[in-house]
């Protein structure tokens, strides 16, 4: 019986390792990374706290070394979302009962047990699966994962501390309870912190989740869902299934058990998800909640007044990390003519210092992209532009798929402001500039905050303090995550919520009290404790 409050206090945000020659965390690194790829794993999918093999298995190689298999999964199929379904109804009742502080002390334990015992597992798992770099692995699968379990007990903590007034005679209290069902959670290859996040912010909100992640990311979800059970989650509250994006939205948008969907991908399946819900709204039992954060085509714009190194290490850092691969990563840049030549030739001879190859050479700054999907779409881009008289390339452009997914950061030079680079979603390591008259800067930031339908992140980068603000309310509504002489990636739980709205989401901030708000359903009770007994009031009486 829960007799007390307990109190969860604000974390610290997990510090951040940095792999230098000679550390103890670069060797622990590299010996992990020996180690997986000595082995063949065998992945099955979590159903109700059983192992599931089905023996339709799926190879996965390091996008930069496709030839070295590490292991496969095991791919559902329609049979498994259901069972997945029902092993999630059948733990409901006894999770959504739990005692608040036990169910958060799971997850607490789960982030220390991925700060000490696992680390270089999340991390060696996500650079040989994704083909992060060691700081890119770092910061994700180990940090901003480590900050969203910790961050999100402290802001339930908070939520649950709210209550209402009560006044004399009566008592009024704020229940917040899971949702009357189970949430799906489907997550992208790009972010093993979203791949953990989305399942667990919800399931500590007392839900069950159905967790159908991306396929290139299966290798570190399912690591991150051993470590889950290590930590004490209870069968049947978080069931991990490799099924294929329409078996799992055919089953469970057309259950009227499905309470909600907390989603990052693409806008396209985001939008026809939304579509199918509406079309079933009647089937539900209660309306089901739609968490989603999408697309992005990120901006840097840059005043006259700028310093062209920051603008040149904000671009090349916020292009080019991971390959390009983040929802966040700078696509768009907008050079005042002042300093436009200066900056290319800066960020051209950058790009030529950055060593691209395997992961495990720490020496490498650019590594591969996700697959061959990813890597034939990306090129194409770099195709076109090479015969388009609208556009130019003055960096990169090379691309091999012999050993990897290989593409050089690219840089085109656009000279029509509406040119496909500067206005398509590419997700990947292609930067588009522009160049804009430089004494014509608030007509910059209105062509910069129509040309996209995205509205995720965003820079602007000056010295000049009227421009910094002028910026900031022109580009009030295009982007989520606005940045002030900074690249526009990289934000840390507790310190930048994270989402955008327009197409690229709902905007309900990770990392913060407003998504998990999302995920609980509230109930007011009011106890009055000497009720009247007659039904007149005192105006009924009559005048003396």
Not at 458 to 479: F, H, P
Request: hydrophobic share 40%; glycine share 8%.
């Amino acid at each position: 019986m829960n007799t007390g409050y307990f109190d969860f206090a604000a974390p610290s945000n997990e510090p951040v390792l940095n792999y230098a020659p000679g550390s103890p965390e670069r060797a622990a690194l590299k010996k992990q990374l020996a180690a997986f790829k000595a082995e063949v794993a065998d992945i099955p999918m979590y159903i109700g706290g059983q192992e599931v093999r089905t023996g339709n298995t799926v190879d996965i190689r390091p996008p930069h070394e496709i030839k070295h298999k590490l292991g496969h999964f095991h791919q559902g199929d329609a049979s498994h979302v259901k069972a997945a379904i029902t092993a999630a109804m059948a733990a409901r009742e006894k999770w959504a009962n739990m005692d608040w502080e036990v169910r958060a002390n799971i997850f607490l334990r789960a982030a220390d047990l991925i700060a000490t015992k696992y680390r270089y597992h999340m991390n060696g798992t996500t650079m040989l699966g994704q083909s992060k770099s060691p700081y890119q692995a770092e910061i994700d699968s180990a940090c901003e994962l480590i900050d969203f379990l910790r961050f999100n007990v402290h802001y339930l903590s908070e939520i649950y501390r709210q209550q209402p007034v009560s006044s004399p005679g009566v008592h009024n209290r704020l229940e917040y309870r899971p949702l009357e069902g189970f949430v799906l959670a489907v997550t992208p290859f790009n972010f093993t912190a979203i791949g953990g996040n989305l399942p667990t912010s919800a399931a500590l909100c007392g839900n069950v989740v159905v967790w159908k992640p991306a396929n290139t990311q299966v290798y570190s979800a399912s690591m991150f869902m051993k470590i889950l059970i290590e930590a004490g989650l209870p069968d049947g509250v978080i069931n991990l299934v490799y099924a294929s994006g329409p078996t799992m939205g055919d089953i469970c948008f057309a259950d009227p058990h499905f309470a909600g969907i907390h989603f990052t991908g693409s806008t396209g399946v985001f939008q026809q998800m939304w579509q199918t819900i509406g079309n079933n709204i009647s089937k539900y039992k209660s309306y089901p909640r739609i968490v989603g954060e999408t697309g992005g085509k990120d901006f840097v714009i840059a005043h006259k007044s700028a310093i062209p190194d920051v603008v040149v290490t904000a671009l090349a850092r916020g292009a080019f990390e991971f390959q390009g691969q983040k929802c966040s990563a700078a696509s768009r840049a907008y050079l005042p003519s002042n300093l436009a030549e200066e900056i290319k030739t800066k960020l051209s001879a950058a790009l030529k210092t950055m060593k691209m190859g395997s992961t495990e050479d720490f020496g490498n700054f650019i590594n591969a992209v996700i697959d061959e999907k990813s890597f034939d779409k990306i090129t194409s881009y770099i195709d076109n532009a090479r015969k388009d008289p609208k556009a130019k390339i003055i960096a990169g452009g090379n691309y091999s798929k012999t050993e990897g997914y290989f593409i050089e950061p690219t840089v085109i030079e656009a000279t029509d402001p509406h040119y496909t680079t500067m206005c398509e979603e590419i997700f990947g390591p292609v930067l588009t500039i522009y160049t804009y008259d430089a004494e014509k800067f608030e007509e910059a930031l209105a062509l910069v905050d129509s040309t996209s339908e995205y509205a995720l992140t965003g820079a602007v980068i000056a010295q000049d303090r009227y421009a910094v603000e002028l910026a900031t309310k022109k580009l009030v509504n295009s982007a989520g995550n606005f940045y002030i002489n900074d690249k526009p990636t990289g934000a840390v739980v507790g310190q930048q919520p994270f989402g955008g709205a327009r197409a690229s989401g709902t905007n309900d901030k990770a990392g913060s009290q407003l998504n998990l708000y999302r995920w609980l359903s509230a109930r007011t009770i009011k106890e009055t404790f000497v009720p009247p007994t007659d039904y007149k009031y005192p105006f009924l009486n009559e005048e003396k």
